[in-house]
């Protein structure tokens, strides 16, 4: 009943910086804490960042001062500025929301970061 519909991932150098965006439709009123997560080929799902409804966030140690959370409820959507890039971030970036009603846990497509050396 969550949708979940990431944008602006692509190429960028190393020391760049993306912007991605999470825009939620449906029963956007039942979703809590929102997230990113990355998954690299041949690596397992993890957690980038997440913030609460009341705005309280938490970071992977590996991004910590170079990535921001941040979310926008009257949009419905959640972004993750990201700066100082390195090849290592390279992964698809999900999007994760946890819908309060049953709970359920919702997630986007995601959405390509590729950083070149």
């Known amino acids: 009943q969550v949708q979940l519909v990431e944008s602006g991932g692509g190429l960028v150098q190393a020391g760049g910086s993306l912007r991605l965006s999470c825009a939620a439709s449906?029963?956007?009123?039942?979703?809590?804490?929102m997230g990113w997560y990355r998954q690299a080929p041949g690596k397992q799902r993890e957690l980038v960042a997440a913030i609460t409804s009341g705005g309280s966030t938490n970071y992977a140690d590996s991004v910590k001062g170079r990535f921001t959370i941040s979310r926008n409820n009257a949009k419905n959507t959640v972004y993750l500025q990201m700066n100082s890039l390195r090849p290592e971030y390279t992964a698809v970036y999900y999007c994760n929301a946890l819908s309060t009603l049953r709970p359920t846990i919702y997630w986007g497509q995601g959405t390509q970061v590729t950083v070149s050396s």
């Open positions: 449906g029963s956007i009123f039942s979703i809590g804490a």
